[in-house]
């Protein structure tokens, strides 16, 4: 690629040479000669070249259904979609599904599917695929962390090649984004290769297809001449493992890497936004960052230490030393980015107040020993570890802020960094942590079932509200949109004030992308790698 663009500069360079001095000639002739028209720049599409895309992460699953972090969201969603899909200003797209409708009742959704998609083996995509993905998550030897999301379904009926209905045993608004949403597996091909061995033989309809996986450092992805949207312009996809945020940005402005989709250095913001060759894409996002503490340890299990924690820390210091330009102070699990979901009034605010802090644990019964820690009755000190994902400069930093804040108030915190797998599989499956600081990223419908509920697949801090668990059930069995909003504002209200986790802030998602490459600006806030069907490389030599 390097020899590529030097060549091409040297041949620039060439011809402007050339019609320089052919300037010197005209103005030296005797007589008028007249020019050839000068063609004007190529602006259409071209087809080929390699997109590099860097991430913070190596993948856990390709598997669509199983995966649950964002650096396998994205690689998966290329090679597969799912019915629907989120696009341009997150609305609900079209995607293998070209229309739908849902019974009076609020129980029947019927589907009717694309014809003519093609599974990147060349197999036809039908409805029998669709009702197989979809009993695969429910099945509970298949351990889906998604599983939650369809208990919902009563059952699956294929009507025919191209029209299927999923029955619900009561309304379920959620189900586009939850269910709608979740990328599709080919029957024929789990049931050849099984689910064991996905990682390397996975397969879908989306825009690339997989071509090979090298575990910590990269994967290849490949044009499908096939794609039911039609063929992509760009000839190869390039996913390269860099965990360090200064590194994948140094690797932005020196070329080798087209995209940083994930944790711009915030400092690096201004910068780049003046520069002539990367164009920086920000949008709300849908998230929140969260220091997680566990509620089943005996130090969180009571609100008030949460309530006492998140008063020990100074949301605002951390917004302003690592989030100046990329981020927002957040007092509840919703953005403004969720719109009328989004209630602002129904908020406790929990202000910087150390003092306030050691008031609400010396009512628990913390006292402060000889050594200015604080310790309980049986002579424990207050001391756990929090994780963090190693490499992840920002939120360590973050840690290290926090470590301060709760010393000064007698709280010993330890920073533990592991390797991203293992915080995932202490997070989502042993539980075995006292704390861990994680952003989480949601989609636009509101339901946090899956987040906060404990049947649900994530569970995060095994928060546990009876009322919370029965708010989360009926906003996402109600169709209307006003009747949801009435549970959903109290489900804030209540998190927020018991510190469900200590809430820090929302994303501005800052993305980088080199200016030879268009297309990408198009598909934000939904996300620009939704439109890598459309991208094209403006140095390409076509097809």
Known sequence: MVMSNLRAKRIALLVALVFALGAVAMACAPEEVEEDPVDEPDDEPRYGGTFVVSMYSDITHMNPFMHTDGASNIVSSVIHQGLIGYRHNNEITALLA???????????????????????????????????????????????????????????????????????????????????????????????????????????????????????????????????????????????????PSVRQMAMETGEVHFNWWGVPDEDIPAMQESDDIEVLQYLQTDFHMLILNNNHPFFEDYRARQAIAHAIDQDAIVDNFAEHSGVVGYGPYSEAYGDFYNPDVLTKFPYDPDKALDILGDLGWEENDDGVLEDEDGEEFEFDAMVRAGDEQRINELVMMQSWLRDIGIKMNIQELEWSLVLERLTETREYDACIVQFGASPDPDHYTIFHPEGGFWIGQYDNERVNELLEKGRSVIDPEEREVYYDEYQEITSYEQAVIFLYHSQNTSTVNQRFEGMKDGKPAGQMQLIHEVWDTEAEGE
């Open 98 to 244: 070209e229309d739908w409708d849902v019974s009076e009742d609020g129980l029947t959704w019927t589907f009717y599917l694309r014809e003519g998609v093609k599974w990147h083996d060349g197999e036809e995509f039908t409805a029998e695929d669709v009702a197989y993905t979809y009993e695969l998550i429910l099945d509970p030897e298949t351990a889906s962390p998604r599983r939650a999301d369809f208990t919902p379904i009563d059952r699956v009926e294929v009507l025919d090649d191209y029209t299927l209905e999923v029955v619900t045993e009561e309304p379920y608004a959620s189900l586009l984004d939850k269910v709608g949403t979740r990328g599709i597996v080919a029957k024929h091909h789990v049931e050849e290769h099984g689910l064991e061995d996905y990682n390397q033989h996975p397969l879908g309809t989306g825009p690339f297809e997989f071509e090979e996986w090298q575990p910590d450092d990269k994967i290849v992805l490949s044009r499908f001449d096939d794609y039911w949207e039609g063929k992509p312009y760009l000839e190869e996809l390039e996913f390269v493992v860099i965990p360090e």
